[in-house]
Antibody, heavy 114, light 110 residues
Framework: EVQLVESGGGLVQPGGSLKLSCAAS????????MHWVRQPSGKGLEWVGR??????????AYAASVTDRFTISRDDSKNTTYLQIHSLKTEDTAVYYC?????WGQGTLVTVSS | QSALTQPPSASGSPGQSVTISCTGT?????????VSWYRQYPGKAPKLMIN???KRPSGVPDRFSGSKSGNTASLTVSGLQAEDEAYFYC??????????FGGGTKLTVL
């Protein structure tokens, strides 16, 4: 069974940093591009970015709204992808999902507040 | 990279059909056949219902169908059931390695 499990969310002060993790199982992780999507409470989905595979040089792409503060990485030895967020803003408060193909994780909540 | 445009709400009675539109531009929906539709229940993760404009993943009922004309994609739900009441989101490849979502449509089964 294909499964994604996000972790690392929590309460962070504005200006802080956070690193989210997404542990994958049930498929060939190293051969799959991984995406991150976020959703503020009561609002719609926003694509954050994606990371490709080793054969594609782990190429990353980001939404214009996050490109200077967000970094996506992966560790194929751990079947895990990461989303590092710097200089957190209150508007970054959202549930963050990782997704591959038709599978989504359960999400992890990031709350940015003083 | 602007969000795709969806109507905020749609509704229909049980057994009826309802169509939800998703309007983009010639740079996203109009340029590529990479349109997906997701269903989301409150508090739950989205579920892929349609990909590549009209392909249904395994397990998705054939009551769900997708199409595209020009810069607008559409999701049609036939034979509405109470369980179809949910939020629906479209997404599309926007070129330059970017993806974009629509604002979402709340489908109400009357």
């Amino acid at each position: 069974e294909v499964q994604l499990v996000e972790s690392g969310g929590g309460l962070v002060q504005p200006g802080g940093s956070l690193k989210l993790s997404c542990a994958a199982s049930g498929f060939t992780f190293s051969g799959s591009a991984m995406h991150w999507v976020r959703q503020p409470s009561g609002k719609g989905l926003e694509w954050v970015g994606r990371i490709r595979t080793k054969v594609n040089n782990f190429a990353t792409a980001y939404a214009a709204s996050v490109t200077d503060r967000f970094t996506i990485s992966r560790d194929d030895s751990k079947n895990t992808t990461y989303l590092q967020i710097h200089s957190l803003k209150t508007e970054d408060t959202a549930v963050y999902y990782c997704t591959v193909g038709s599978t989504w994780g359960q999400g992890t909540l990031v709350t940015v507040s003083s | 990279q602007s969000a795709l445009t969806q109507p905020p709400s749609a509704s229909g009675s049980p057994g009826q059909s309802v169509t939800i539109s998703c309007t983009g531009t010639s740079s996203d929906i109009g340029a590529y056949n990479y349109v997906s539709w997701y269903r989301q229940y409150p508090g739950k993760a989205p579920k892929l219902m349609i990909n590549e404009v009209s392909k249904r993943p395994s397990g998705v009922p054939d009551r769900f169908s997708g199409s595209k004309s020009g810069n607008t994609a559409s999701l049609t739900v036939s034979g509405l059931q109470a369980e179809d009441e949910a939020y629906f989101y479209c997404s599309a490849y926007a070129g330059n390695n970017l993806m974009v979502f629509g604002g979402g449509t709340k489908l109400t089964v009357l």
